[in-house]
């Protein structure tokens, strides 16, 4: 660990003022973080393919995460203006920049799976 990460950590004023807090901020919320990686793992997908990939969450809760996740600006909703309606969702650069810590998350749970 670098002393720039140790300092990120540790020597802080406040815990509000932490970059950590913002990240948890974001990232709070039971399914954010699945639903992230869905997205990504498909690059472009539908709500209704969405919520049949993950197959765990309601209607009403997937909506609320996806809107929570483009109110902070993590994923892109194009809403196409047709009948039926179509709208897709994909990663923001914002959301892609976030990928590598997926894949940090998913190395030390391979670690620690046994």
């Known amino acids: 660990m670098t002393t720039d990460e140790k300092d990120c950590l540790k020597s802080v004023e ?5 970059g950590f807090n913002y ?9 954010k973080l699945t639903v992230l990686y869905a997205i990504y793992r498909h690059e472009i997908i539908r ?5 049949r990939y993950l197959n765990i969450l309601s209607h009403k809760t997937l909506s609320n995460t996806l809107k929570e996740l483009e109110h902070d600006d993590l ?12 709208v897709e969702y994909s990663l ?7 990928i590598p ?4 998350m998913c190395d ?4 620690f799976i046994k």
């Open 92 to 98: 923001s650069d914002k959301g892609k920049s976030f």
């Open 101 to 104: 810590i997926l894949y940090a």
């Open 14 to 18: 406040s815990y509000d003022k932490t």
């Open 23 to 31: 990240t948890m901020s974001l990232f709070t919320g039971k399914y």
């Open 108 to 111: 030390w749970g391979e670690k």
């Open 47 to 51: 709500f209704n393919e969405l919520q």
């Open 75 to 86: 994923i892109i909703k194009h809403d196409y203006k047709e009948i039926p309606p179509k």
